[in-house]
């Protein structure tokens, strides 16, 4: 929940814009918006587009697609997190740079430092995957449909109904 000094930012149709752009926007791994050329994903570096080559899908956590898992991005995160003191800095509140495309639990993992690790290690020091963790084949599922679920919410507010 926002704090009351933020909701206004939360509240504005420059923070609305920018986090539904945000949120459909391809990001690679590094958090840079990437633009796709001829010969594939870029990013911009020092006023240069360089090719990337790990492109987070639109839509999709950046946090859990690091780790080789699909799920939705329900939240936009501030990664510098807004006070009062940064409220009314644009660099803050709606700069690419500091925004993370995340599910709600990497986000809550994010603010309270707690949740289930979705991966241990045995006693070699191997890592091992959670069981509850889907496969990838019910991970594209379930976000094929919830891309059904959008576009139907979104077709019928332009409807009017």
């Known amino acids: 929940m926002a704090q009351d000094f933020a909701r206004g930012v939360y509240k504005s149709s420059a923070w609305q814009k920018n986090r539904r752009n945000y949120l459909n926007a391809p990001v690679d791994t590094a958090g840079e918006v990437c633009v796709m050329?001829?010969?594939?994903?870029?990013?911009?570096?020092?006023?240069?587009?360089v090719p990337s080559s790990s492109v987070v899908p639109p839509g999709m956590c950046e946090r859990c697609f690091a780790r080789g898992e699909l799920n939705v991005a329900d939240i936009v995160h501030h990664k510098v997190h807004l006070t009062p003191?940064?409220?009314?800095?644009t660099r803050v509140t709606l700069s690419y740079d500091n925004l993370q495309r995340l599910c709600r639990d990497c986000h809550a993992v994010v603010h309270s430092g707690h949740g289930e690790p979705r991966a241990t290690f045995d006693e070699?020091?191997?890592?091992?995957?959670n069981d509850r963790t889907e496969s990838f084949?019910?991970?594209?599922?379930?976000?094929?449909?919830?891309?059904?679920d959008r576009r139907n919410i979104y077709s019928r507010r332009r409807n009017g109904r």
């Open 37 to 49: 050329c001829d010969d594939g994903w870029h990013r911009r570096s020092d006023d240069a587009w």
């Open 137 to 148: 084949r019910a991970q594209v599922a379930r976000l094929l449909e919830t891309a059904d």
């Open 124 to 129: 070699s020091g191997n890592l091992v995957r």
């Open 85 to 89: 003191k940064n409220i009314n800095d």
